[in-house]
């Protein structure tokens, strides 16, 4: 298993990677089954609100000649995998546009300003609320 995290200190966003992957060797030479699933979830929050989760299932069989050239192409495969599924991500995440992340965003009240939560309770509808519960 892979795991990799970066949190975005700065109020931008933060991510996660995780790939889990499966050997299956045979009793004797032949073809190891490989499986793998690797996830992404990102969040961006920079200026809207924005997620992302994917993940994707492989799987495979591989040569075992030798251990040597076994273990060289396992290796090679999950790098194969894992960059593919990257730059779909990166391909995918590039082609969209701002508009799309503007549907996505929530916009702003008929006041184009952002409400101040902690003044909620000086409007009327605020008292209302209060008044209520």
């Given at each position: 298993a892979v795991v990799s995290t970066q949190s975005g200190h700065y109020g931008r966003g933060n991510g996660k990677w995780k790939s889990k992957w499966d050997v299956k060797f045979p009793t004797a030479g032949g073809y190891a089954k490989?499986?793998?699933?690797?996830?992404?979830?990102?969040?961006?929050?920079?200026?809207g609100n924005?997620?992302?989760?994917?993940n994707k299932n492989v799987e495979e069989s591989i040569q075992l000649s030798s251990?040597?050239?076994?273990?060289?192409?396992?290796?090679?495969?999950i790098k194969k995998s894992e960059t593919e599924y990257q730059l779909a991500i990166n391909e995918n995440?590039?082609?969209?546009?701002?508009?799309?992340?503007k549907a996505l965003r929530r916009n702003l009240p008929i006041t184009q300003s952002l409400i101040d939560?902690?003044?909620?309770?000086?409007f009327q509808v605020g008292k209302d609320i209060m008044n209520k519960s």
């Open positions: 490989v499986e793998g699933t690797m996830s992404a979830q990102v969040h961006y929050y920079e200026d924005v997620q992302l989760l994917s251990p040597n050239e076994g273990a060289t192409n396992l290796v090679e495969y995440y590039n082609s969209m546009s701002n508009n799309t992340f939560w902690h003044k909620l309770h000086g």
